[in-house]
């Protein structure tokens, strides 16, 4: 925990020291954002989904790199543990955790004077290792994200977060073509509440 | 100290050795039928077990327990049920140390074994085990 929060204060003091750019159109590491919430929430009828139960806590990381005006683009990263719940097709396991990571792009709005909304969309590469009893699996998916945030100013360049996001993964998984569908096709949404730190948004 | 820091590794090497491996890279679909003379079984255990054996044929047929080589963990890799018209329908990852399964029937205190599921008898990533009788 110790370990958390000095990496969240040392990110946040980094993005707070972020080069300034003689251009005001452009800048770098301006924004960090860093949630808990859960996961794997409305699956689809797929293995993956119908597997799993909604996995909570899940904590995610965000930091913007590039900025250009409102647009924004960096890593996000996420991670999630989920308990399996129907062993039919996934395979005989306890629990599953989700390693994601991936790039992003976003553009915030301002709604009013100290609140915005910012959708993001994000590709996100996903290890899934399953374990039980000395067995263990690994898996893959590529993602598409599709997300929106909304940021509420508390002081300075802090701001309260609350999110939605909806993934469309493809597991990297070969099996017959009839079955292609339900064994590689997994989505879901997440939802999360957190802090973000920002300059110069409003 | 070459001696002591191999002997000091030794515990690791066997730790490593005694997990069952699998990745999610591929995955066979297996799909059949459970009856008792000739009525369907609903809702018995199914199993899947790799195994180390050879199989002689590509047909499915009752194996022997005794006959059949387990790994160490003898870590059941599928487990679900058959459903009211006794069939079943499950799908296993690819292990990293074997390509070949044992069924595991359960019904009360009964279990039988039938074999083998391999990529020999396997087409496409699926196999039909067609009617296993109880």
Not at chain 1, 92 to 110: K, M, N, R, V, W
Not at chain 1, 143 to 151: A, F, R
Not at chain 2, 24 to 37: F, S
Request: with cysteine; aromatic share 16%; glycine share 6%.
């Amino acid at each position: 925990m110790k370990k958390i929060i000095f990496l969240v204060l040392f990110i946040s003091n980094f993005t707070c020291n972020a080069q300034e750019n003689t251009n005001p159109n452009i800048s770098f590491a301006k924004s960090f954002q860093f949630t808990f919430g859960f996961a794997n929430l409305a699956t689809n009828k797929s293995m993956m989904g119908e597997a799993h139960d909604v996995a909570f806590p899940s904590v995610t990381g965000r930091l913007g790199i590039f900025h250009y005006n409102k647009f924004s683009v960096g890593l996000n990263a996420s991670v999630h543990s989920m308990d399996v719940k129907n062993t039919q097709y996934y395979s005989y396991f306890e629990d599953t955790q989700a390693l994601a990571i991936g790039p992003y792009i976003s553009y915030y709005q301002p709604i009013s004077e100290k609140s915005l909304l910012e959708p993001y969309i994000s590709y996100d590469y996903v290890n899934y290792y399953s374990n039980y009893n000395d067995k263990k699996l690994h898996s893959e998916s590529d993602g598409l994200g599709l997300g929106i945030d909304y940021q509420y100013k508390i002081v300075g360049m802090a701001y309260i977060t609350f999110g939605l996001k909806y993934s469309f993964n493809k597991m990297r998984t070969e099996t017959h073509p009839n079955w292609e569908k339900y064994m590689n096709n997994y989505t879901f949404m997440s939802a999360k509440v957190g802090f973000t730190f920002s300059k110069n948004r409003l | 100290m070459k001696k002591t820091f191999l002997l000091a590794l030794t515990p690791l090497l066997f730790t490593n050795c005694s997990v069952d491996r699998y990745e999610g890279d591929e995955r066979i679909i297996i799909e059949g039928k459970v009856v008792y003379n000739n009525v369907p079984l609903n809702n018995v255990q199914v199993d899947v077990y790799p195994v180390y054996n050879k199989p002689i044929n590509t047909s499915i047929t009752e194996v022997h327990y005794n006959d059949l080589n387990f790994d160490y963990n003898h870590n059941s890799i599928s487990k679900s049920f058959t459903d009211n018209s006794g069939n079943l329908s499950f799908s296993i990852p690819r292990s990293e140390d074997t390509n070949v399964y044992v069924v595991k029937i359960s019904r009360g205190y009964d279990t039988k074994y039938y074999g083998y599921i391999s990529k020999y008898n396997s087409s496409n990533y699926y196999l039909n085990l067609g009617t296993l009788i109880f």
